[in-house]
């Protein structure tokens, strides 16, 4: 799982976002989130799976922007 910023607030994901790469993805979104009360955008346009672990992940992350005001928007999604 790779993690990369390219605008002030759009992070972009890619690979596997399962229980192998959640907790590090998770430790670095929590650091993001909680130093900004701004909108973030996740673009998964990379992502080629996601399980139960990394969905948790993004819901964490969507509930601490929650808390602050903002809102998590996710693009390039697959199902």
């Known amino acids: 799982m790779k993690i990369s910023t390219e605008r002030p607030r759009q992070v972009t ?3 596997q976002l399962d229980s192998k790469g959640a907790g590090r993805i998770y430790d670095e979104l929590v650091a993001f989130c909680r130093c900004s009360m701004a ?22 992350v969507a509930k601490l922007l929650q808390q602050n005001g903002a809102r998590l928007r996710i693009k390039n ?3």
Do not use: E, N
């Open 13 to 15: 994901l890619s690979g």
């Open 39 to 60: 909108d973030l955008v996740l673009d998964l346009r990379d992502v080629k799976s996601c399980t139960r672990a990394g969905s948790g992940v993004l819901f964490v």
């Open 77 to 79: 999604a697959r199902s």
